[in-house]
């Protein structure tokens, strides 16, 4: 089929006459300044590039589909999931959190997994990882720790030094850096691996009642992971392994799928609960809070520009629906105001006009006006409110149901104190459920990790990380102590 024939233009509509040769003063002289249309072209080049996301630079996402498969209405009422059947269409994003927007698909660091619900009520954006926890728990820690995993300021180079002084210093990452640390953290490609909104958020229901979920998104694909030198060997061959590899399999109609499931916790269960329910650091037991399977997502559509769709994404947890809400987890509350923010600055303050945000329902407001406003910007109605024109009313049947909190006093509570001081216990655990093999890997892959430490304090740094080891398991601290030729029993309980 031959395309329609269109005429070249610029971005004013004006038809070029002539595209690959500028207007010069005869063949061989110098352009002339009045040759716009080398301007033009010039000028929007030299502005392709937005300011890459300081995390999740590198990525990619597809559009897909979000099926019921279980009535949890009992829990919520957000109608994304009121019926078994119904499908809501989605924008996943997939990315590497720590590395720039051209680093290594397979380097080893966690994954984002961000969705975007594109519900009847809202969008509704699921920004999670692949991991069901986090390095830190107070978001005041954040840009730290980020430093710690980008580069060095005077070598540019990434630093083991900075990433294990960093780990050392805050116990409270050790589950993380366990999880990271085994062949979880250098997945096979991110159809085989596992999402989770990782934060505590909750549900309401229509009598009002609130109780807190986790949500998880368990691969249909199976977990497939590369060990650690198999990811390197990728990362000389392919860059960009996992996006293509996503890509094709969407190609070739290999739509990947994910279970949706979630774990469910009442008010009463999270006071008594052994640890903070609302830690980033730490899961919920599914012996004790099990798994209900919630519905089947599916990506099924690549988008036909990487920059429209994937680079213009932005996800924020603020953005919930009526039925879903948010919890005390300190991290969720620090990143409702981040995430927003970063994407006005990375894509100004109408980002949710740019059609992969923009929700598919009707959006009513009195915001107007900022850069690229491109939505008509409310025309001639009202730009206030209260007024007498206008017919948009308040919706008071999404109110949310109050939360009781326990505390009146406001201060800077040590994250870390008695209560919230078990960093060990279930990083203990998921190394003691780890076969054989994966325990091998893991104390590779951490022993090769902190050989990396450069710098007068490294016996400091490599003592303080062997101490968190060895509370969340002897073995485990036994054999990376060997690993780094270091006296064993300093650590072990005195006879
Ligand atoms: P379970 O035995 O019920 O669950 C263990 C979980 O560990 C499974 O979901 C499994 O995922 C996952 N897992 C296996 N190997 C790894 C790995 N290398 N990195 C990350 N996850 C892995 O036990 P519990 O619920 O009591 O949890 C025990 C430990 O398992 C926790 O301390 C935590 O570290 C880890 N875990 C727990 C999760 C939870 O929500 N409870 C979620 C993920 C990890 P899969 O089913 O995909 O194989």
Not at 83 to 106: M, W, Y
Not at 433 to 440: G, I, R
Request: glycine letters at 6%; one cysteine or more; proline letters at 5%.
């Amino acid at each position: 089929m031959t395309k329609k024939e269109k005429i070249l233009t610029t971005a004013s509509g004006r038809p070029y006459t002539e595209y690959e040769n500028s207007m010069t003063v005869g063949p061989r002289g110098p352009i002339l300044l009045q040759d716009y249309t080398f301007h033009e072209k010039m000028a929007h080049f030299n502005r392709e590039r937005i300011p890459e996301r300081v995390v999740h630079a590198k990525g990619t996402g597809a559009f897909g589909t979000f099926t019921i498969t279980n009535n949890i209405t009992s829990y919520t009422r957000a109608k994304v999931f009121d019926t078994i059947g119904k499908k809501t269409r989605v924008f996943l994003r997939f990315s590497r959190v720590a590395g720039e927007r051209g680093s290594a698909d397979t380097e080893r660091d966690p994954r984002g997994f961000a969705i975007k619900f594109y519900t009847e009520d809202g969008n509704w954006d699921l920004a999670g990882n692949n991991t069901p926890v986090f390095f830190i728990k107070d978001p005041k820690k954040f840009d730290d720790f980020i430093h710690t995993q980008k580069r060095d300021p005077r070598t540019n180079c990434k630093s083991p030094t900075m990433v294990w002084d960093y780990w050392s210093l805050n116990p409270e990452s050790l589950h993380q850096v366990l999880i990271l640390m085994s062949d979880r953290g250098t997945p096979y490609s991110y159809r085989h691996m596992n999402g989770y909104g990782s934060h505590t958020f909750s549900f309401f229901n229509k009598k009002n009642e609130r109780c807190w979920v986790k949500f998880h998104l368990k691969t249909k694909q199976g977990i497939k992971n590369f060990t650690g030198p198999e990811a390197e060997e990728m990362k000389a061959k392919d860059l960009d392994w996992a996006q293509r590899d996503l890509m094709e399999a969407i190609d070739r109609k290999d739509y990947p799928r994910w279970n949706m499931q979630i774990q469910i916790m009442t008010d009463e269960q999270a006071k008594t609960f052994r640890w903070n329910p609302f830690d980033l650091t730490k899961v919920w037991p599914h012996k004790e809070y099990p798994l209900i399977d919630v519905g089947i997502l599916e990506l099924n559509q690549v988008p036909e520009n990487y920059f429209a769709d994937v680079e213009q994404a932005a996800f924020a947890p603020a953005n919930v629906v009526d039925g879903i809400g948010y919890s005390p987890d300190k991290m969720l509350q620090g990143r409702l105001l981040s995430y927003p923010d970063a994407h006005r600055y990375r894509l100004g303050v109408n980002y949710e006009q740019i059609p992969v945000n923009k929700c598919p329902y009707a959006v009513n407001n009195y915001q107007r006006d900022g850069f690229m406003r491109v939505d008509g910007n409310g025309g001639s109605e009202p730009n206030y409110r209260p007024n007498s024109f206008d017919n948009i009313k308040v919706d008071e049947t999404t109110k949310e149901p109050a939360w009781q909190l326990e505390s009146s006093v406001a201060d800077w509570f040590d994250r870390n104190a008695e209560g919230e001081d078990d960093h060990y216990t279930q990083p203990g655990n998921l190394f003691r459920l780890m076969s054989d093999q994966e325990k091998k890997n893991t104390i590779r892959n951490i022993v090769g990790s902190m050989r990396g430490i450069e710098s007068a304090k490294r016996d400091e740094i490599i003592n303080r990380q062997l101490c968190h080891l060895f509370r969340a398991d002897v073995a485990l601290g036994t054999r990376i102590a060997r690993g780094l030729g270091v006296n064993v029993e300093q650590f072990l309980p005195k006879k």
